[in-house]
């Protein structure tokens, strides 16, 4: 009996030994390697992982239009600017117009032609025949449409006894009372001191009252020709020699030189804009005079 107890013990005591425990200890993952299965996890009956693939970018959620709390701009948002950058829009306030509507430039009307005051315009006449000049009072001119005319228009055809305006030009009495003081008070002194042995004897008109923008243009400001404000002189005449023509001359160490530079220089003192030959692409080859009123009384002289 004895004997059989002790070998019930002893089967009993290999059975459980053959048993595996209920939880095996895991060791702990080394510094750098990868988390494993804590205890409370069963062993993975997964393959061993493959080379490592780059993970693929999760796709981003699709926000509503409009603007973000952090700034960013939305894609709506993203495509308007992009389409004011590349000159579809604007950012200054303009008001955008339908689609199919093109924009059109501001246009303004032409001024009227400026009426002259009867007691300055009989004061002018009256200084211009005290002076010498020869001249005929004209009918007004008249476009309208156009911006241009004169209201009380004079065609000057002797600028002082003994120096005639070739051919004889049509502007404003104030036009030619300062061409003719200009003639008389610089030009004239001018001359004889740069050429004694030389006269005066005629002015070329190369442009008076004519109706068209600055400079011929198509488009832009109206001319002071248009206004009669303006006169070109394209050369002078003496009693001997050639004629002086006017051109660039501002190297020009010639008595010649000299007069044509002081004579541009000093026509500033009777008109209010002076474009001397030279001065820009489209004056090379006369002076240009005219009598436009600037603000504060500026003058400009080139």
Request: negative net charge; contains cysteine; charged residues 30%.
């Given at each position: 009996?004895?004997h059989?107890?002790?070998?019930?013990v002893t089967?009993?005591?290999?059975?459980?030994?053959s048993e595996?425990p209920a939880?095996?200890?895991?060791?702990?993952p080394k510094?750098?390697?990868g988390?494993?299965?804590t205890?409370?996890e069963?062993?993975?009956?997964?393959?061993?992982?493959?080379?490592?693939?780059?993970?693929?970018?999760?796709?981003?959620?699709?926000l509503?239009?409009g603007?973000?709390?952090?700034?960013?701009?939305?894609?709506?948002?993203?495509?308007?600017?992009?389409?004011?950058?590349?000159g579809?829009?604007?950012?200054?306030?303009e008001?955008?117009?339908?689609d199919?509507?093109?924009?059109?430039?501001?246009?303004k009307p032409?001024e009227?032609?400026?009426p002259e005051?009867p007691?300055?315009?009989?004061?002018c006449l009256?200084?211009?025949k005290e002076?010498?000049a020869?001249?005929?009072?004209?009918?007004?001119?008249r476009?309208e449409?156009?911006?241009?005319?004169?209201?009380?228009?004079?065609e000057?055809?002797?600028?002082?006894?003994?120096?005639k305006?070739?051919?004889?030009?049509?502007?404003?009495?104030?036009?030619?009372?300062a061409?003719?003081?200009?003639?008389?008070?610089?030009?004239?002194?001018?001359?004889?001191?740069a050429?004694?042995?030389k006269?005066?004897t005629?002015?070329?008109?190369?442009?008076?009252?004519?109706?068209?923008?600055?400079n011929?243009?198509?488009?832009?400001k109206?001319?002071?020709?248009a206004?009669?404000n303006?006169?070109?002189?394209?050369?002078?005449?003496f009693?001997?020699?050639e004629?002086?023509v006017?051109?660039?001359?501002g190297?020009?160490g010639?008595?010649e030189?000299?007069f044509?530079?002081t004579?541009t220089?000093?026509?500033?003192?009777?008109?209010r804009?002076?474009?001397s030959?030279?001065?820009?692409?489209?004056?090379?080859?006369?002076?240009h005079?005219?009598?436009l009123e600037?603000?504060?009384?500026?003058?400009?002289?080139?």
């Amino acid at each position: 009996m004895l004997h059989r107890l002790c070998l019930l013990v002893t089967s009993l005591a290999l059975i459980s030994a053959s048993e595996p425990p209920a939880q095996v200890p895991v060791p702990q993952p080394k510094p750098g390697e990868g988390q494993s299965a804590t205890p409370s996890e069963k062993p993975s009956d997964e393959k061993p992982p493959g080379p490592a693939e780059a993970p693929k970018p999760a796709p981003k959620p699709q926000l509503p239009e409009g603007p973000r709390a952090d700034g960013e701009k939305t894609p709506a948002d993203k495509g308007s600017g992009d389409a004011k950058k590349e000159g579809e829009g604007k950012d200054d306030g303009e008001q955008h117009k339908p689609d199919g509507e093109a924009a059109k430039p501001d246009e303004k009307p032409p001024e009227p032609v400026k009426p002259e005051d009867p007691a300055a315009l009989q004061a002018c006449l009256g200084a211009l025949k005290e002076i010498g000049a020869e001249f005929k009072e004209l009918e007004p001119i008249r476009d309208e449409e156009q911006g241009c005319g004169i209201e009380a228009p004079v065609e000057l055809s002797v600028v002082l006894p003994g120096i005639k305006l070739e051919p004889s030009g049509t502007m404003r009495c104030e036009t030619a009372l300062a061409l003719s003081r200009w003639t008389k008070e610089m030009m004239l002194p001018a001359a004889a001191l740069a050429m004694p042995e030389k006269k005066v004897t005629a002015i070329a008109n190369a442009s008076t009252y004519i109706c068209r923008n600055r400079n011929g243009a198509a488009n832009g400001k109206i001319s002071e020709h248009a206004r009669g404000n303006a006169v070109d002189i394209s050369t002078i005449s003496f009693d001997k020699g050639e004629p002086l023509v006017m051109k660039p001359r501002g190297e020009d160490g010639a008595p010649e030189g000299a007069f044509q530079r002081t004579i541009t220089a000093a026509a500033c003192l009777f008109f209010r804009t002076v474009l001397s030959p030279g001065s820009d692409a489209t004056h090379q080859d006369h002076l240009h005079l005219d009598v436009l009123e600037r603000k504060g009384g500026y003058l400009y002289c080139r």
